[in-house]
């Protein structure tokens, strides 16, 4: 076995025309993460791996993408789209500086894991020269089949080109390969395209390999890792993949998930202990769930922290830079944004809390909202430790609500109340006797038909 340290990743991030979308399509997302984004976590990140993505043209949003998530990748624009070799050597002035090994996946297999291509570059050290994953297909039907020869990969077969023979071969290709570093552009550059379509294609990399007396080998996974996405449908059968999988590991850590199938979660959902779950709930991206906490029924939660204890919902939302405190409660249709809402305070019915702060302890009533925007700016709202809000207020911000202080129900805040206080802002009730009776009269009258 040799020591092999060095690591070139080639990512090729094709186009995808079959999404009818005017999103690349490897930004569409999966369990909130774009595609991209699932296999550059997957790729190697160690201090000898080199990372090289590969774009079509007018795609900076994906370049974009690239740098948020690995600041250290270099990208590649393929001008024009002939052949995954062709691909590949788009990256050529980093292949060229050389390295030990040479990975190249594609950025539309989401589900592809870390491990997985940790495996794939083993046979490397043992002596292969190539070494391609494989899966085995429920229905072959369309992929390339992988011709195996004892324990070599003889060849790589496209559909139309494949014998009776090999039509029922089940161990199909994925497009994800290593390569020797040493030999890898040499090889890359041999490969042709005499073919039907007169592109350049990965898969002639195995018969130069044989031509040499160079070893290749096939390694196998399952066919969910490696789902390539070419169309909308293909993106939801590897949405619900995902969810599968994130459901599962979640339950694993020990959340209780109420009816996990009805359940949505994103990739970087963060959970603690003993954290419940119930029906229906919706969670997205930036969410943590801290140790204790339950998240009712029908509750849509995003870019939010939700601490030990709290409580959310049912059909609560909570939007991003919401955090809630310890013990902290959001009830029935209650809306949170941009939002902190200290320990123990409660939240409970038909109300928004926007650009606020809510001190610990505090009670707000229902159907009170912070009116936090004037048509051009967003202002905030600060509510002292143990305030009371009464019942259908509304709070004009920018405002401060002192500790302790009393807000009496049906008021219009504008102006800032003391601690300790009482803010009541109402005009004096009138009392009419006898009002209601004789309108009711008068239109009773006023309907009656007339007669000739």
Request: charged share 25%; proline share 4%.
């Amino acid at each position: 076995m040799t020591t092999r340290t060095s690591l070139t990743i080639v990512l090729a991030a094709g186009e995808g025309t079959r999404m009818r979308s005017s999103l690349p399509k490897v930004l569409h997302p999966v369990a909130g993460r774009p595609l991209l984004a699932h296999v550059l976590a997957a790729a190697p990140h160690g201090a000898d791996d080199k990372l090289a993505v590969v774009i079509g043209p007018d795609h900076q949003a994906v370049a974009d993408e690239t740098k948020r998530i690995r600041p250290d990748a270099e990208t590649f624009v393929q001008s024009e789209r002939l052949g995954t070799a062709h691909a590949v050597l788009a990256a050529k002035q980093a292949i060229v500086r050389g390295a030990d090994d040479l990975l190249i996946a594609f950025g539309d297999t989401p589900l592809i894991s870390a491990e997985t291509f940790v495996r794939l570059r083993e046979p490397l050290r043992n002596g292969s020269a190539l070494v391609v994953l494989g899966f085995r297909a429920a229905d072959p039907t369309g992929y390339g089949r992988l011709v195996v020869e004892g324990d070599q990969l003889a060849a790589i077969r496209e559909q139309a080109d494949a014998s009776a023979d090999e039509l029922k071969i089940t161990l199909c290709n994925a497009g994800v390969m290593a390569i020797d570093g040493r030999i890898a552009l040499d090889v890359l550059e041999r490969i042709g395209n005499a073919n039907k379509k007169g592109e350049y294609y990965l898969t002639d990399a195995v018969g130069i390999m044989r031509e040499r007396g160079l070893r290749a080998s096939v390694i196998e996974t399952d066919e969910d890792e490696v789902r390539g996405i070419n169309t909308k449908a293909q993106l939801a059968e590897a949405e619900a993949v995902m969810q599968t999988r994130l459901r599962q590991a979640a339950m694993t850590a020990g959340v209780t998930l109420i009816s996990p199938e009805t359940i949505h979660l994103a990739a970087d959902t963060r959970f603690g202990k003993d954290v419940t779950i119930e029906q229906f709930v919706v969670i997205g991206p930036g969410v943590s769930i801290a140790d204790g906490a339950v998240i009712h029924s029908f509750s849509h939660i995003v870019g939010a922290s939700v601490g030990s204890n709290a409580s959310v919902g049912p059909y609560a939302r909570l939007r991003p830079g919401t955090s809630l405190g310890d013990g902290a409660k959001i009830g029935n249709f209650v809306e949170t944004k941009a939002a902190r809402i200290d320990a123990g305070a409660k939240v409970n019915h038909l109300t928004y809390i926007g650009d606020a702060h809510i001190g610990e302890g505090a009670n707000i009533g229902a159907g009170t909202i912070t009116c936090n925007y004037d048509g051009f700016n967003k202002h905030r709202t600060e509510i002292g430790a143990g305030a009371f809000i009464g019942s259908n207020s509304s709070l004009v911000a920018p405002i401060k609500i002192g500790v302790g202080a009393y807000v009496g129900s049906g008021s219009v805040i504008t102006k800032n109340v003391p601690d300790d206080s009482l803010a009541v802002e109402r005009n004096d009730q009138t009392v009419r006797v006898g009002w209601a009776k004789r309108f009711r009269e008068t239109s009773a009258r006023a309907r009656k038909p007339k007669t000739s």
